[in-house]
T-cell receptor, first 114, second 114 residues
Framework: GAGVSQSPSNKVTEKGKDVELRCDPI?????LYWYRQSLGQGLEFLIY????????KSGLPSDRFSAERTGGSVSTLTIQRTQQEDSAVYLC????????????FGEGSWLTVV | AQSVTQLDSQVPVFEEAPVELRCNYS??????LFWYVQYPNQGLQLLLK??????LVKGINGFEAEFNKSQTSFHLRKPSVHISDTAEYFC????????????FGTGTLLAVQP
């Protein structure tokens, strides 16, 4: 596709429910990243994929958060048993590779936990 | 560990005036440096990046930044701002390497007034 595509753009969920956020990276980009943007916390790195494997998942805040990537393309970020502090914008990004390659961001999925 | 400091959370400036947004970083190794812009309700867009070579980097929309290794700074400048430059600006650092993940500063809101 032309850019990084994320869905849903907005999601309101009840506390305790599970949510899935989807990311479609730019075609051919092998590297994929998830970030979280929230008031007071800024932009936080969550996880990095190279192909289908995740060599760096150091930013995942708890074991309620998980992510997978299939076919070296689409990625899903899953948050189990959501809490109000999970409310944030979840940004997906992709790049051709590492070594300073430009990282392109999607417009994000705005998650509100009520 | 890397870190990025953006000293100003908000910079008000009048239209057609010059502006400088400050960014300092900390890292024990050589880094790549980036400036991203985020317009309201949009994703992050790359303004410019420094990988190596000339320390003065020119980007889109008339912005430029200068890498200063001795002062560990990468300040963003524009000689004459427009109303349309009103946005949040994020400085980021990457050590490249295996993940190329970006570590972001907390952002500076550039508020251009007529």
């Amino acid at each position: 596709g032309a850019g990084v595509s994320q869905s849903p753009s907005n999601k309101v969920t009840e506390k305790g429910k599970d949510v899935e956020l989807r990311c479609d990276p730019i075609s051919g980009h092998t590297a994929l990243y998830w970030y979280r943007q929230s008031l007071g916390q800024g932009l936080e790195f969550l996880i990095y994929f190279q192909g289908n494997s995740a060599p760096d998942k150091s930013g995942l805040p708890s074991d309620r958060f998980s992510a997978e990537r299939t076919g070296g393309s689409v990625s899903t970020l899953t948050i189990q048993r959501t809490q109000q502090e999970d409310s944030a914008v979840y940004l997906c990004a992709s790049s051709l590779g590492t070594g300073g390659n430009t990282i392109y961001f999607g417009e994000g999925s705005w998650l509100t936990v009520v | 560990a890397q870190s990025v400091t953006q000293l100003d959370s908000q910079v008000p400036v009048f239209e057609e005036a010059p502006v400088e947004l400050r960014c300092n970083y900390s890292s024990s190794v050589s880094v790549y440096l980036f400036w991203y812009v985020q317009y309201p309700n949009q994703g992050l867009q790359l303004l410019l990046k420094y990988l190596s070579g000339s320390t003065l980097v020119k980007g889109i929309n008339g912005f430029e930044a200068e890498f200063n290794k001795s002062q560990t700074s990468f300040h963003l400048r524009k000689p004459s701002v427009h109303i349309s430059d009103t946005a949040e600006y994020f400085c980021a650092v990457s050590e490249g390497g295996a993940t190329n993940k970006l570590i972001f500063g907390t952002g500076t809101l550039l508020a251009v007034q007529p």
